[in-house]
Each structure stands twice: as C-alpha cells, then as structure tokens.
C-alpha cells in the first residue's frame, strides 16, 4: 500500500517569512496529491492540490510543487501570517482505490 | 449548502460497550469515506463507500468495526465492545464521486470518542 512521509513534524517561523514543508510518497501510481489546513479542534480543510499531470501550483500565498520522478512533492507558505499558524497534512491518491493516505501532519507555528 | 456532520460531537463510553457514530454527507455526494485520527497523526482510512456498497474496507481494524450507508446518504460507523486504544476522532468525509475521481474529499467535524 501506499506510503507518505512528512517532514518536519513542527515548524517555527516569523512572520513574513516563508515555509516548506515536504513529503514523499511510496506508490508510483497515485496521481493525485491534496494538502489539508487543520486548525485546533476543527476539521481538515483543503487548500491546495496538484494532480500528476503537472509540476506547480500556486494560489497567492501557497504553491504546491511535485517531482513524479522523486516520489517528493512540497508545500510552500510564502509571507506567513500568524493565521497560517495550523497543522498541515499531504495526501497521495490512488485513483485506482479512490482513498487518500496522509502524512503525519507538520504543526506549523508563525510568530507575530 | 450544508456541509458534512456528524454526530455525536464528542461520546464517551465505557470499554467493552456498543458505540454508533453518525455522517450526514453534502447532498448529492456518492463518496463516503471514514477516517480515524488519532492524537498528532494524520487521518487514517477506515472504509470508503460508493453510493450504498462499500468499495473498499480494507482500513477497518478488526470485525469489532463495521459501517453501512443503506440509503446511499447516512452512514454509521460502528463499534462493538470497545476498547481503550478505539479512542481518536472519526472523522467523515464526503466527495461528488469516488473512483477515479480528482475531487476533493469534504471533512466532517469529527467525533471524539473516550473509551475509559
């Protein structure tokens, strides 16, 4: 099955500056890779994804790269704000079995 | 619209008892998914369902676990005599269609559930 890793689990920064977080994943077949924004106590919310047939996206603030090759794909936080303070989870989709693994989550904590 | 609930939000029992948590998915999704977090991890699969069939269960940890969805909307998960370890957050989650599919997947708030 599939497997994804995410690194770092926690992250401290200072406002204004940029984050990256990073997974990889195992299975060469998944296709589709969303990143979830949870906040304390809420639920998972979308903020981002990138399927297998491209190597970037961006929407304003945060942009999603993916290396097929390397089996690696990044998330990256640009001018944060203390309101991006949150965990973040990767995913990795199997179409073939239509059910998403995640990674263990990186506690992202931005400093006024 | 609506979004996915469940209830209850939190439900605490005792081990060894019979526990039932409920998933209202957005109108009109097929997809069902449930997911069981458990503190500093990522959501773990649990089973996903395709209108009323479940199309993969392979991430139910043991027979004590089982799900239905009869009508293709409502599911309930349930548990029978738990166990402290079944303590986590379901989470439940929604999607227009599921195989093959690109969509995403809508959370729930999620169940606490405390086996003391």
């Known amino acids: 099955g599939e497997n994804v890793e995410q690194h770092p689990s926690t992250l401290s920064v200072q406002e204004g500056d940029s984050a990256v977080i990073k997974c990889t994943y195992s299975?060469?077949?998944?296709?589709?890779f969303p990143w979830y924004k949870q906040e304390l106590g809420k639920r998972p919310q979308l903020i981002i994804d990138i399927r297998s047939n491209v190597g970037e996206k961006k929407d304003q603030r945060i942009a999603v790269t993916l290396n097929k090759t390397a089996k690696h794909f990044s998330l990256h936080i640009t001018e944060t704000q203390p309101e991006d303070s949150a965990v973040y989870f990767c995913?990795?989709?199997?179409?073939?079995?239509?059910?998403?693994?995640f990674g263990k989550g990186t506690m992202l904590l931005v400093s006024p | 619209g609506a979004g996915v609930s469940q209830t209850p939000s939190n439900k605490v029992t005792e081990k060894g008892k019979y526990v039932e948590l409920r998933c209202d998915p957005i109108?009109?999704?097929?997809?069902l998914y449930w997911y069981r977090q458990s503190l500093g991890q990522g959501p773990e699969f649990l089973i996903y369902f395709q209108g009323t069939g479940a199309a993969d269960d392979s991430g139910l940890p043991n027979d004590r676990f089982f799900a239905v969805r009869p009508e293709g909307s409502v599911s309930t998960l349930k548990i029978q005599r738990t166990e402290r370890g079944d303590s986590a957050v379901y989470l439940c989650?929604?999607?227009?269609?599921?195989?093959?599919?690109?969509?995403?997947?809508?959370f729930g708030p999620g169940t606490r559930l405390t086996v003391l």
């Open positions: 109108s009109g999704h097929t997809a």
């Open positions: 989650a929604s999607s227009p269609r599921g195989t093959g599919g690109w969509n995403e997947q809508f």
């Open positions: 299975d060469s077949a998944s296709n589709y």
């Open positions: 995913a990795a989709l199997n179409s073939g079995y239509s059910t998403l693994t």
